[in-house]
T-cell receptor, first 110, second 113 residues
């Protein structure tokens, strides 16, 4: 079983819809990261969370440390939000490294 | 401020050759970590350098190595290339690793033929 699990793996929605992507993890973490990857490969860091909730524009990220669960929400989705969204965790023990979920491919149709 | 710069962007190599990839971090960032991304395995951690020392290493064979220079620039080297090494190689810089947030480069896409 992967240490970081994302759902859904693929998501297609219409422009304007409210989007939720979920991430569950099974290890102790120091922080959780949400990343965005567009075709072509470059990765953009959206959020780093260790507790609570963060908001940036139309994006909202929440984390529940007790339940080991995080969600990424996109309000008023737009075709330019189409990308792969990746959840990654920094481990609380030892290694200064990220462990990644498998990613969620989001497609927003106009 | 300048982002994380990876060079080259694209590379085609033949099996058995070796390759060196470069990563220049954001000024002031002392941690550089490297990741391999393949369609089958997703993103996997290769290694992390901090102040010229390898601080962490992932589960990759010894053909994968790296180093970091005094200006925090980092290189990774893959020797005796195999077809399965074809991947997008990403580096990320940070002030000090997983607790401080990362900035990723655009990656180097390596194709081994």
């Amino acid at each position: 079983k992967n240490e970081v699990e994302q759902s859904p793996q693929n998501l297609t929605a219409q422009e304007g819809e409210f989007i939720t992507i979920n991430c569950s993890y099974s290890v102790g973490i120091s922080a959780l990261h949400w990343l965005q990857q567009h075709p072509g490969g470059g990765i953009v860091s959206l959020f780093m969370l260790s507790s609570g909730k963060k908001k940036h524009g139309r994006l909202i990220a929440t984390i529940n440390i007790q339940e080991k669960h995080s969600s990424l929400h996109i309000t008023a989705s737009h075709p330019r939000d189409s990308a792969v969204y990746i959840c990654a965790v920094g481990l609380i023990q030892g290694a200064q490294k990220l462990v990644f979920g498998q990613g969620t491919r989001l497609t927003i149709n106009p | 401020k300048a982002g994380v710069t990876q060079t080259p962007r694209y590379l085609i190599k033949t099996r058995g050759q070796q390759v060196t990839l470069s990563c220049s971090p954001i000024s002031g960032h002392r941690s550089v970590s490297w990741y391999q991304q393949t369609p089958g395995q997703g993103l996997q951690f290769l290694f992390e350098y901090f102040s010229e020392t390898q601080r962490n290493k992932g589960n990759f064979p010894g053909r994968f190595s790296g180093r970091q220079f005094s200006n925090s620039r980092s290189e990774m080297n893959v020797s005796t290339l195999e077809l399965g090494d074809s991947a997008l190689y990403l580096c990320a810089s940070s002030r000090d690793g997983a607790n401080y947030g990362y900035t990723f480069g655009s990656g180097t896409r390596l194709t081994v033929v």
